[in-house]
Nanobody, 123 residues
Framework: VQLQASGGGLVQAGGSLRLSCAAS????????VGWFRQAPGKEREFVAT????????YYADSVKGRFTISRDNAKNTVNLQMNSLNAGDTAVYYC?????????????????WGQGTLVTVSS
């Protein structure tokens, strides 16, 4: 499966952005999907994950209550709605997929990665 992340940009603190991850292939519904981010000089960190059906979601503590992950298997997309953004959310955001029923918080457990989309939050 090939993934393409989009929707990043420059936003003021307190604002919102919606990231999308578009997947190719007819078996997208067989993959759990995660969002990760990497700030300059830092390691890639887990943000959120969603299971095959979209009924189970899990978030990093740093984004819980502000970010919402969702998926539309008919459209082969996973979205990340980001609200109340702050400077600490500035990073390149990546979507990733693994052929398992549930996601994971460790990047190495994912099989496919998108190219990343840059989110910059100005304070």
């Amino acid at each position: 499966v090939q993934l393409q992340a989009s929707g990043g940009g420059l936003v003021q603190a307190g604002g919102s952005l919606r990231l999308s991850c578009a997947a190719s292939g007819r078996t997208f519904s067989s993959y759990a999907v995660g969002w990760f981010r990497q700030a300059p000089g830092k390691e890639r960190e887990f943000v959120a994950t969603i299971d095959l059906s979209g009924t189970s979601r899990y978030y990093a503590d740093s984004v819980k209550g502000r970010f919402t992950i969702s998926r539309d298997n008919a459209k082969n997309t996973v979205n990340l709605q980001m609200n109340s953004l702050n400077a600490g959310d500035t990073a390149v955001y990546y979507c990733a997929a693994r052929r398992m029923s549930v996601g994971a918080v460790i990047p190495g457990l994912y099989d496919y990665w998108g190219q990343g989309t840059l989110v910059t939050v100005s304070s």
